[in-house]
């Protein structure tokens, strides 16, 4: 069983930087991808940032050029979040999605909010 724990939500202002934190428990075998979602109010959750176990990332069109996923030990997994725009308000959520036999994990969610 694989848990996931989100943190570094919060109020920003359109502009500013958020680093958001998965800290992960339970043991990942086979292949995987890791990521983060968003879902704001009254929309469907939409992927924002993916990495696989060889590393490779992708970024969805609103994002790229300013958010970063990265990966620490073998247990966090960060979104590194600049540049912030009011359309970025959202609750994300980190996820894991486990190839070999389709299961997937979700966090709880933090919550981002950035003002105009």
């Known amino acids: 069983q694989v848990q996931l724990v989100e943190s570094g939500g919060g109020l920003v202002q359109a502009g500013g930087s958020l680093r958001l934190s998965c800290t992960k428990s339970g043991s990942i075998f086979g292949f995987s991808t890791r990521g983060w979602y968003r879902q704001a109010p009254g929309k469907q959750r939409e992927p924002v940032a993916t990495?696989?176990?060889?590393?490779?990332t992708t970024y969805a069109d609103s994002v790229k050029g300013r958010f970063t996923i990265t990966e620490g030990s073998p247990n966090e997994m960060y979104l590194q979040m600049n540049s912030l725009k009011p359309e970025d308000t959202a609750v994300y959520y980190c996820?894991?999605?486990?190839?070999?036999?389709?299961?997937?994990?979700w966090g709880q969610g933090t919550q981002v909010t950035v003002s105009s």
């Open positions: 990495i696989d176990s060889r590393g490779s």
């Open positions: 996820n894991v999605y486990l190839v070999v036999d389709g299961r997937e994990f």
